[in-house]
């Protein structure tokens, strides 16, 4: 059982917390591979139980590179159905649409018949970065890492 | 395994798309109920593994009697968490809201920490009615039942 | 010209963000009421250029008072078409849900036919407060204000 | 006072929407350009008072050569502040993320600080195709256009 996290980061603050994610399910005893998004193929996608997609906040939705990827992995349509997906931002500002923007990718992972899940204590829709990295987006990051496992692990039916 | 139909229902169009998915789940071998949203308490949602709730498209959104419970439900926050959750709609028109609606109900899903999944194939995120309830919404309400059998079933690791 | 703020508050922190508004409004030379939902009638809102609502964020969307409002305005549909609206929201945490709930009732705003608008500067649907109503918060909610009254005076053909 | 109408458009769908729509903005009196995505640079934003995006919907949202635009329009944040947008979609399905897709642009355009209007009784957040250009779509188009012009109008104070 496979996670990919593909990322688009101009800042490094993207990055960051695809990193903090990565760890923290490794850490979880599950493998787990980060790429940028111009290194991924829409084929690549269909290599991983957990999809995991990580952009800044761009006009309220994601960045153009990560809709690209979407766009393409049409080719695959149905076959993404069933996975485990999530996503997370980093915002400039608070009400500055990061909300949206991990809900642009969050409803095309449902387009593509995945199953997401929210979390009723951390950020609801997946972890939000604002401004800069702090304390609060880093156990976001963590606290997603664990959950994301957690419904990995129900989904496909793997003891831990 | 239970699964609970929560609708509010003016016209009965959203009542008979509840009465097809109900149908759909108990064919399936699952324990289905079916109430309106006037006759649950908050604490009823405890008592089910899978929640599904049905609304006539208002403005964008669900009705308030939905909003009201849900609203309510927030006495039990994070009893959810975990939970397999879906919602559909009845709606006068194409574009009317009708997504935004069953949005409206998935993103409060997300928040209780619920476990959501789309269709690649039928409504994408979850069953519609436009006008009258034709064979292409009866269609996407049996399909529906399916897939969110399929998916209680992998997330509670039951073998069929 | 005419302005009411509909609000919810069960903290305050809404009602807050409400005065604030309406002071903003009134500085502006425009005058401006404020109205607990509880104590509106969708046929009041008939009487007003300019409409602002107000609301916790309750699971990712406007409280259920707001939304009987909004429900029981069907009424009227269509007469409130070419008005001036704009919302706001407080919010217990980032990524909570507010910018959800703001255009939840944007939504619903456009399906009545109004106008709205955004800002590239401030919160960007809408003003929201995070916890409490800190220094941020009440910047854009004077700045929501400022805004709000120049629409209205623009679509409204009003010199200064 | 200039429209843009800027699209994308792979099946001919979507530019037949926006031949509609420019049209029905040049019975009305006002100039209109209809420019395909790749011809169209960021700056060239600024030219216009009112910009209409029209796009298929492809996973929820608009086409990642949209939205190309759309982030590369940030080097001129704040300078669309006050013009008047509206957007449109082509869809494959009832349900298919249309209304999701044409909520992408508008968000867009609400975070540059855009004026936007939704309509009562046609589509409403803008015009929806499913499958091809029915009578229905064609009829909302048209109905689009002069709505967008009187808003225009309205917002840029020219009498008729």
Do not use: W
Request: charged share 25%; aromatic share 8%; proline share 2%.
């Amino acid at each position: 059982m496979r996670v990919l996290i593909v990322y688009y980061s101009r800042t490094g603050n993207t990055k960051q917390m695809a990193e903090i994610i990565a760890r923290g399910i490794k850490e979880e005893g599950i493998g787990v591979e980060m790429r940028e998004v111009e290194k991924v193929k829409a084929r690549d996608l269909l290599d991983y139980e957990g999809l995991i997609f990580g952009t800044p906040t761009y006009y309220g939705s994601c960045a153009y590179q990560i809709k690209r990827l979407l766009d393409e992995s049409v080719s695959f349509h149905s076959q993404l159905d069933g996975k485990v997906g999530g996503a997370f931002t980093s915002s400039a500002n608070v009400g500055g649409g990061n909300e949206t923007a991990i809900l642009s990718i969050l409803e095309a992972m449902l387009i593509h018949g995945m199953i997401v899940q929210g979390d009723p204590q951390g950020d609801h829709y997946g972890p939000v970065a604002i401004d800069s990295l702090d304390a609060r987006a880093r156990d976001n990051c963590e606290r997603f890492a664990k959950r994301f496992v957690h419904l990995l692990r129900r989904v496909y039916q793997q003891a831990r």
